[in-house]
């Protein structure tokens, strides 16, 4: 796929930096396949949108707050983003990290009381970081921030340690949210169930590699981030159920997908994945996706391009411009039937 093809232009104000009051209150533009046919809800129409008996797939990931911003032994700020765990007890990491200088190895930044960063080493541009607290994760979530995404434009919020999840968030690891799902909430599954929708769980843990832009111009060449995910055995046979009665999919979530696919593709039920799914990808086990509205020139919208089709979801991005719709994180949603 050519990158141009990701392209469009959004206006700024269109950009959603904070949550609605109510989760479920957002705006849902609906696309059906068959037809290539558009159509303005609401989220808290999905109980009645979603075809009765369908198996509904959501990413129980937790975010972390992963942001830790310190001090140098020189008095110059320090900042981390904890990208993946390496060792077992919370003490290893890879992180992204800048400073007014360049962090050198051995170098160690007081984060808070009870918590320093220790720099190891570097590969490339991620760093071998160790963090030294009696307690690592207890210290993390007591020092840390929210992962606010770049585009939201401000610093989080108290309320972000709530809102920046969602409602079933269980496994902690992702440094960014799985935001389809952050629309849902207990009424909605309560709605869903007494429709005969079932719910099961994956995990991936979001990366930052999530809102990096493609920057090649075949989307062939780009270098796909890795996530870890698993697949819960009793997701796989509710999967497979689902399959042999004919009863549809659902992903809540680009990271569902790529949960699903990957498991669908090799089998193997934990993992990390690279998979770049794009257009021209055969779908295997998905059969319908809730998103939000993604980035110019991601590998998310290359997904979404690939299940929908290219000029459908041209079409569907072209509309909520038009419409208003609020994008990234904590914007409006996309169901595509």
Sequence with gaps: MRTADLDFELPSDLIASSPLAERDASRLLVLRRAGAELSDD????????????????????????????????????????????????????????????????????????????????????????????DDPRAAIERH??????????????????????????????????PTAGLHLTDGLFSAMAARGIERAAVTLHVGPGTFAPVMVDDLDAHPMHREWYDVPAATA???????????PVVAVGTTVVRTLESWGLDGDATGETRLLIQPGYTFKVVDALLTNFHLPRSTLLALVMAFGGVDPVRAAYARAIAARYRFFSYGDAMLVL
């Design 144 to 177: 840390g921030e929210m992962p606010l995404p770049p585009y939201m434009h401000r610093a989080p919020e108290a309320s972000d340690r709530e809102r920046y999840q969602t409602v079933y968030a269980d496994r902690p690891g992702a440094v960014a949210a």
């Design 42 to 133: 609401a989220v808290r129409s999905l109980p009645a949108l979603l075809p009765a008996g369908a198996l509904l797939v959501v990413n129980d990931t937790r975010v972390i707050p992963a942001r830790l911003r310190g001090v140098k032994a020189s008095g110059g700020k320090a900042e981390f983003l904890l990208v993946r765990e390496t060792g077992g007890d919370g003490r290893r990491w890879e992180a992204l990290g800048r400073a007014s200088k360049p962090l050198r190895d051995g170098a160690l930044i007081a984060i808070g009381e009870g918590l320093s960063v220790r720099v190891l080493g570097r590969d490339g541009m991620m760093l071998d970081v160790e963090l030294i607290a």
């Design 237 to 247: 046979a509710a999967v497979r159920a689902a399959k042999r009665d004919g009863r």
